[in-house]
C-alpha cells in the first residue's frame, strides 16, 4: 500500500468517526478541491466547514470506499456515501463518486472529486455558496 493509500484510509477513516481533528491533520492547510471540475474548496479550513455541514444534514453520514488504486504520490479512489437526513423532509443520501488525490510530505493536498448527486451539491453550497468557482 502506496503512502498516498494509506493517508486516504485514514482520512476517510476519520471522517467516518466524525473526527474532525484527526482529518484535519491529514489534510494540507492550503488544500485544494475540485469538483466535477470546478473549483469547490480552498483550504483544509473549507473541508472542515463542507464535512460539518455534511454531518448537521446527515448525521450518521459514512463514506464505504469501494476500490483504491495508487501509484506514487496519487491514489484513485471508488467510494460511496451515504446518510439518513436529520430533515423529516429530507432526501438519503447514496451517491456512488470517484477521488482522485495527490499526497505530499503525509497530507493531501489536492483532489479532485467525480459524482453525480445533487445532495452533497447543496452541502457544498451551503459553505462556500452556489456561485463560487
Not at 476519520?14 to 469538483?35: F, G, I, K, M, S
Not at 423529516?88 to 448527486?117: K, N
Request: glycine residues 6%; negative net charge.
Amino acid at each position: 500500500m502506496t503512502d498516498a493509500e494509506k493517508i486516504f484510509r485514514a482520512y476517510n477513516d476519520a471522517e467516518n468517526a466524525h473526527a474532525p481533528d484527526t482529518a484535519a491533520q491529514l489534510l494540507a492547510p492550503d488544500l485544494d478541491v475540485q469538483v466535477n471540475g470546478r473549483q469547490a474548496l480552498a483550504s483544509a479550513e473549507d473541508d472542515r466547514a463542507a464535512n460539518d455541514e455534511l454531518l448537521r444534514r446527515y448525521p450518521d453520514y459514512r463514506r464505504e470506499i469501494v476500490d483504491v488504486v495508487a501509484n506514487g504520490e496519487r491514489a484513485v479512489a471508488r467510494w460511496r456515501m451515504r446518510g439518513t437526513p436529520s430533515a423529516a423532509d429530507g432526501e438519503p443520501l447514496d451517491v456512488h463518486g470517484c477521488s482522485v488525490v495527490t499526497v505530499r510530505d503525509g497530507r493531501i493536498t489536492q483532489a479532485f472529486l467525480y459524482y453525480d448527486g445533487g445532495a452533497l451539491a447543496a452541502v457544498l453550497d451551503a459553505v462556500t455558496g452556489p456561485d463560487a468557482d
